[in-house]
């Protein structure tokens, strides 16, 4: 019903800069939160950062100050801004939507297939 794909990982420096993207597509009525997670190996799955569909914005502390998100509520689209890349940033990315399908559905959660960053010298 509704799919999400990622764009724009990655190989880069350390103290280099990447933008993710991510568009939503399907049966979409509206989309209320979104947001990237991330997923390095043999670590759980962590929060980004978020978007509500007001535009509030929430960060993990490892990365404030260097990841900015943003979205296109037009489009259906959410970006990640990443500055300043540390090797911990290595993972695989993965955008997140909270979609109602209809004017009765309160939400679900979407995931993307994630995109892989790394940052290495």
């Known amino acids: 019903q509704v799919q999400l794909v990622e764009s724009g990982g990655g190989l880069v420096q350390p103290g280099g800069s990447l933008r993710l993207s991510c568009t939503a597509s399907g049966r979409i009525f509206s989309i209320n939160a979104m947001g990237w997670y991330r997923q390095a190996p043999g670590k759980q799955r962590e929060l980004v950062a978020l978007i509500t569909s007001s535009r509030s914005k929430n960060y993990a502390d490892a990365v404030k100050d260097r990841f900015t998100i943003s979205r296109d509520n037009a489009k259906n689209m959410v970006y990640l801004q990443m500055d300043s890349l540390k090797p911990e940033d290595t993972a695989v990315y993965y955008c997140?939507?909270?979609?109602?399908?209809?004017?009765?559905?309160?939400?679900?959660?979407?995931w993307g297939q994630g995109t892989q960053v790394t940052v290495s010298s």
């Open positions: 997140n939507a909270e979609v109602r399908t209809s004017l009765r559905s309160s939400g679900n959660n979407y």
